[in-house]
């Protein structure tokens, strides 16, 4: 438990993604209170916030090994593994956009229309 929460905060710490994603994730449930998600919706929601930063975690891992172990010079291969971790998260934030919009949706238009 110590080294995933000193993962953490290094992800945070060092990560400006991360940090936008965890705020992201923070606004989502602020939202969810206000909206009053039932729990199937409460369910998904809190399991997307964690896929994002989970994927954004090894995303982070993956870039560190990857300059760890090429150094300072740009290999096309090291950089191939790192827009592949890079996609992986932009699979996963597309994806949560997507849910967010079937999430709040329904409450948003009982407010606005």
Known sequence: MRHALSG???LFAAERNARFE??????????????HLDWVR??????LCCLVLATEAINTAIERAVDLTVGHELHPLAKQAKDIAAAA???IALLAVIVAVWLF?????KIFF
């Open 8 to 10: 953490l905060r290094v």
């Open 89 to 91: 998260v932009l699979f």
């Open 105 to 109: 949706g329904p409450a948003l238009a």
């Open 42 to 47: 409460w369910c998904v929601l809190l399991a």
């Open 22 to 35: 965890g705020i992201m994730g923070v606004l989502a449930v602020i939202a969810g209170i206000i909206l």
